[in-house]
């Protein structure tokens, strides 16, 4: 059962798969983007702007997913020692980055014209600045820590403690009085989004997790094969 | 249990850490209930024993029919339904600020009644719909 753990496994398999995500990928983004830039309706206050959430919503649940896996890889790789799950964290580290940033900057893009701010240090948007900074903290440890080993244990650390923020991102707009607007999506309550607009939101959230699969898989390549290298 | 000796010793050292961690984390959390608030709701000013001379923040949503201007300034009314605060402002007020819709004031307070602010920024709340829905449920709530 836990077969697929192992790095050989997992690495044929990637390079299996790659191939078929992309396809997936531009056929899913071009439904998304057609939906989202130009079918979906506008929204009866923001008028056009709302259009952002659907780049914004997306690239916030996937650095928060993101560090959510690589909390748990960094516990399952400290504890259990099953270090492959520390390169699962490695490589998936710069992507959950790279988004945090983007939901960050369109955020700020959005809370111009609708709030009349950039910028405003509420709840979630301190909360999401510590996430970002977090992913920095990460990402440069693996590279400022030339020897692997002790490389490896700080970033398990930083991503275990990191983790704590992740329910605080969530919960920030209910447990305190934020700028920032309470969830749309819940899980215990019915969309406040309406279907014409969840729709698109939902096929970009989707392609862009078929993104990240398909860089992490790379880079999980990549990294397997320096291992090896460096190794010899 | 299938683990290892020192796997065993790893978690009974993690479950040591992650109880008190999860105790000062409880403790940070209380305080920051108490201490960081991002704006004040109108209750929240009536509860207040005395009046901030500092910059705080205000939040409610805008009374319908509350918004007088004279000249480049905006006096209008934050509520919760129940308390009420006037406020006044000399500005440009941003696109999404509306009658009947949220909004964040910072500013000082004159008294618990009156408020004067430097900025005013719009909270949408988390609804989102087309115009043509929009306006049906208008429709439906009107000819109720």
């Known amino acids: ?232 | 249990m299938i683990f290892s000796k020192s796997t065993k010793k790893r978690l009974k050292i993690f479950s040591l850490i992650a109880i008190v961690a999860s105790v000062i984390f409880f403790f940070i959390y209380n305080n920051l209930q108490k201490n960081v608030v991002y704006f004040y709701a109108p209750q929240e000013i009536k509860n207040l024993t005395n009046i901030p001379s500092n910059k705080i923040r205000i939040g409610g949503l805008v009374k319908e029919g509350s918004i007088k201007k004279n000249n480049n300034t905006y006096v209008f009314i934050i509520t919760d339904y129940k308390n009420e605060i006037f406020v006044e402002y000399n500005g440009l007020l941003p696109n999404l600020f509306i009658e009947g819709k949220s909004t964040v004031a910072e500013g000082v307070l004159k008294d618990k009644k009156y408020f004067i602010a430097s900025t005013i920024l719009a909270k949408h709340d988390e609804n989102y719909m087309p115009p043509e829905v929009a306006n049906s449920l208008k429709k439906d709530k009107l000819n109720k």
């Open chain 1, 1 to 232: 059962m836990f077969g697929i753990f192992k790095p050989r496994t997992f690495f044929n398999l990637a390079n299996t798969s790659i191939f078929w995500l992309k396809i997936v990928l531009v056929f899913a983004l071009i439904v998304g983007l057609i939906l989202a830039l130009v079918l979906s309706p506008i929204d009866y206050l923001q008028k056009d702007t709302v259009r952002i959430m659907y780049v914004h919503v997306p690239s916030s649940w996937i650095s928060l997913f993101i560090f959510l896996i690589i909390g748990t890889s960094s516990f399952i790789s400290l504890i259990f020692k099953l270090r492959v799950f520390s390169v699962y964290a490695k490589s998936l580290a710069p992507i959950g980055l790279v988004f945090s940033l983007i939901s960050v900057v369109t955020g700020s893009l959005w809370g111009y014209p609708t709030w009349g701010t950039f910028w405003s240090w509420d709840g979630r948007l301190t909360s999401m600045f510590v996430l970002v900074l977090t992913y920095i903290l990460y990402v440069s440890l693996w590279s400022f820590i030339k020897n692997y080993n002790s490389a490896e244990k700080i970033t398990n650390i930083v991503g275990i403690v990191g983790l704590i923020n992740i329910p605080i991102i969530k919960f920030s707009v209910e447990w305190w009085n934020t700028l920032h607007q309470p969830a749309s999506i819940t899980l215990t309550a019915a969309p406040t989004i309406h279907s014409s607009m969840l729709a698109p939101l939902l096929i970009m959230f989707f392609s862009f997790c078929i993104l990240s699969l398909i860089i992490f898989l790379i880079r999980y390549k990549y990294e397997i094969i320096n291992f090896r290298v460096n190794k010899k």
